[in-house]
């Protein structure tokens, strides 16, 4: 096996080849959010509070099951891991407490991804703090050292949590993100970056809860780093580097006025608390706000309801022990009382604001805060103290660095912050489709020109056809790209997060086995990461458990590329006719034998399921699709000889093309090598082009995998390079909806609604 070092070299990725490195992954897995024992996804209330004794060993998957995870995942091109773990995965027993048999089992799977060659960097995730506030991440630990109770939350709205909703299946859709402006996530976020400011008086175990959660926080990932780094055959070899915390939130520095809605806060699902009214119920007391919906002409305002907690706080009863983690809080911070309400920001005895603008500048001078400020200040000194704590540890550790997601990136080219082992970790969802579940043809939005002031009204911002859709979404990307360079200098730019639910349009597909509309979402995200001019990407992601009634197994989503509930591309050794509706075939799906596509087999591999709606259809196993696999399975380079200029995968002429510049001739053994995935490049029926020199197709075998590749030895200068495989007849395009229609002539009178 080669080295698998990696190096930063400006904004590029090198091999020890001096190769540019392209990196084509997957997050993995979507099951390390939620506990392995008890086996607790969101739609579960059985023992979800008994969170101290728990174990998250087993996630993502067992040692058992790790080679054919890893080995179906190298099948499909990726070479790179974001390896999601939580702080609660090893602190959930108690602070300081940390589970070494989980980190023992990690060691493990990551010893397992080594030997299939994958480049790994470690993601310490979180979504709205904590699995008790509607996410995952924290330890809930952390809410009661905040003085917070997460068994109130339901009755004030303090967070909505599927695990304690009344009927889970019945929990809408997306709705968990809305938690990040509700007070639980309003309060810890807040306590998090800027305790010391805004709460002085949350004083524990001598010290203010923000210094209390940082350190714990930082110590614990510190301490899994350590025992990674004691493995001494993991750092440099798989494990490449260290991303920041997942998504940070500011909670509510910077708010300007918490009476109001901000009008940055896009996104309004349900009761839409202001955050002094989320305090107001949250102490109980009852508040009439507005609810909200998402549609095809984004957020719309439905009415209001009266939210009543009928005097139950979200706060922990002043009774309350701090002795079960041998906590010591400071007589001037009360149990019981909201931490707002003790800072004089609100009077509870009367329910009357006193300080609207509390949170809107820096305490000490004055200044004003927004978004950037709070990124450029709180936001970075957290960042800095975290790669301190990694470095310390392992000083050549890359550090990916994740700012606040769709904001403006931290203001640090030329600045000592300027790191030149950094690489600039990027979120970005096609957000109307994600919120919708439903792949629009007829138009979508340039969200990233509306947030950065590019049109002077949102309505121009609207992007109409498919082509139009497709290019909006590859120059957001590039916008990002370019703004990276601007903003934090020449580093590498890696969009960590990207991806598409599965389960559009009521989950059609899951009755037809129709995916095309996921084909063209999927395909049109990747054409866009492709058109980025970034260093690749992590594709959001990979689940062990989905499945067609509960998706990704937390709060509703359904991103998984993988579902044993749908059918996997065929690939292996074996040539013969596949036929996806075949004894055969489903003998060899359930028994985990694979097959390779082949020239012979190229007709029944790619029979489409059928899509009949009568009664009379057949079962739904016959109806099963490939999940729109033929999309996200691509051709991509892998190690390029030279600087990578650009390159796109076009899906429907199946044509592949790259260009790239070399400075020198490619040395005999560093040629540029593109993963061609036999699917679409079945060698007999591949057509090959290049400016010059000379390429052959051959196969990789990694461990016992086989991958097909490209490698080309080719001249200095600019060249470049076109790839032609099978094309296929594209499924029938949908029409737009009525829905779509309505909303193109509610632009036309300038009243559409921007998400």
């Not at 918490?258 to 508040?287: D, K, W, Y």
Request: glycine share 8%.
């Amino acid at each position: 096996m080669g080295s698998l070092s990696l190096r930063v070299d400006g904004r590029s990725f090198r091999d020890p080849k001096n190769r540019e490195i392209i990196l084509r992954g997957i997050n993995v897995a979507g099951d390390a959010k939620y506990p392995k024992t008890p086996d607790i996804p969101t739609y579960v209330s059985d023992q979800f509070f008994d969170a101290d004794d728990v174990s998250f060993v087993g996630r993502p998957f067992s040692l058992e099951d790790s080679h054919l995870h890893f080995k179906r995942l190298r099948k499909l091109g990726y070479n790179a891991i974001r390896y999601i773990f939580t702080w609660e995965a090893i602190e959930h027993a108690g602070p300081g407490t940390y589970d070494d048999k989980w980190i023992a089992f990690t060691i493990e799977v990551i010893r397992i991804a080594k030997q299939y060659e994958f480049y790994v960097f470690m993601d310490p995730h979180q979504d709205v703090w904590s699995r008790f506030s509607g996410g995952s991440g924290a330890p809930m630990w952390t809410l009661y050292a905040a003085g917070l109770n997460p068994r109130t939350f339901k009755k004030t709205e303090a967070a909505l949590v599927q695990n304690t909703y009344d009927n889970p299946a019945e929990f809408p859709k997306m709705i968990w993100s809305t938690n990040y402006t509700r007070l639980v996530c309003q309060t810890m976020f807040t306590l998090f970056w800027a305790g010391r400011d805004f709460a002085p008086k949350a004083i524990i175990n001598g010290m203010n809860i923000q210094d209390y959660l940082q350190s714990h926080f930082i110590a614990a990932c510190k301490h899994l780093a350590q025992r990674i780094h004691e493995a001494g055959d993991l750092e440099s070899a798989v494990v490449i580097g260290w991303e920041s915390m997942n998504e940070p939130h500011r909670g509510l520095v910077g708010f300007q006025d918490i009476s109001v809605i901000p009008p940055e806060q896009q996104l309004q699902l349900g009761t839409s608390p202001t955050a002094f009214q989320a305090m107001l119920t949250g102490s109980g007391c009852a508040c009439e706000q507005t609810t909200w919906a998402f549609g095809s002409f984004g957020p719309y305002q439905t009415g209001r309801e009266l939210v009543d907690p009928e005097g139950e706080s979200a706060w922990l009863p002043a009774e309350h022990g701090d002795s079960k983690y041998g906590w010591e809080r400071d007589p001037g911070w009360k149990l019981g009382e909201c931490v707002w309400a003790q800072h004089g920001v609100w009077d509870p005895s009367t329910g009357t604001l006193l300080q609207k603008d509390y949170f809107s500048k820096f305490p000490q001078t004055g200044d004003k805060l927004d978004y950037e400020k709070f990124t450029n200040s709180y936001f970075l000194d957290h960042y800095r103290a975290y790669k301190d704590a990694i470095r310390s540890v392992w000083p050549e550790a890359i550090m990916l660095c994740q700012p606040p997601v769709m904001e403006v990136p931290p203001d640090i080219k030329g600045t000592p912050d300027d790191d030149p082992n950094m690489v600039h970790a990027v979120h970005f969802y096609d957000g109307l489709t994600l919120l919708t579940k439903h792949w629009n043809r007829l138009y979508n939005v340039d969200v990233i020109g509306v947030l950065r002031g590019k049109y002077l009204t949102p309505a121009f911002a609207v992007k109409i056809g498919e082509t139009a859709i497709r290019n909006c979404l590859r120059d957001q990307l590039k916008f990002l790209r370019d703004e990276s360079l601007n903003y934090m200098g020449d580093h590498p730019l890696l969009f960590t997060e990207i991806g598409i639910p599965y389960d559009m349009d009521d989950k059609q597909a899951y009755q037809t086995g129709d995916y095309s509309s996921q084909i063209s979402a999927m395909d049109a995200n990747h054409f866009a990461i492709e058109g980025s001019a970034s260093n690749g990407f992590t594709l959001w992601v990979y689940v062990t458990q989905n499945d067609h009634e509960w998706g990704d197994q937390w709060n509703g989503e359904d991103l998984s590329i993988y579902s044993p509930e749908d059918l996997e591309l065929p690939g292996g050794t074996n040539i013969r006719s596949m036929n996806p509706h075949s004894a055969a075939y489903s003998e060899c799906q359930s028994s985990g034998e694979e097959h390779e596509v082949g020239p012979r087999n190229l007709k029944g591999a790619l029979a489409s399921p059928s899509i009949t709606r009568e009664h009379s259809q057949p079962p739904l196993r016959e109806k099963q699709g490939y999940r729109a696999a033929e999309a996200f399975l691509r051709p991509s380079p892998v190690y390029v000889s030279g600087r990578m200029i650009n390159h796109v995968f076009d899906l429907k002429k199946c044509t592949f093309t790259l260009s790239l510049n070399a400075k020198v001739p490619t040395a005999p053994d560093a040629p540029t090598e593109i993963f061609l995935p036999d699917f679409h490049f079945p060698e007999p029926n591949t057509v090959v082009e290049v400016s010059g020199g000379k390429w052959e197709i051959d196969t990789q075998e990694i461990r016992t995998v086989k991958i097909q590749r490209l490698r080309w030895w080719h001249a200095a200068g600019d060249q470049s390079l076109k790839v032609e495989g099978v094309k296929r007849k594209p499924g029938e395009l949908g029409h737009p909806s009525g829905e779509d229609i309505s909303y193109l002539e509610q632009c036309q009178r300038g009243q559409c609604v921007m998400m």
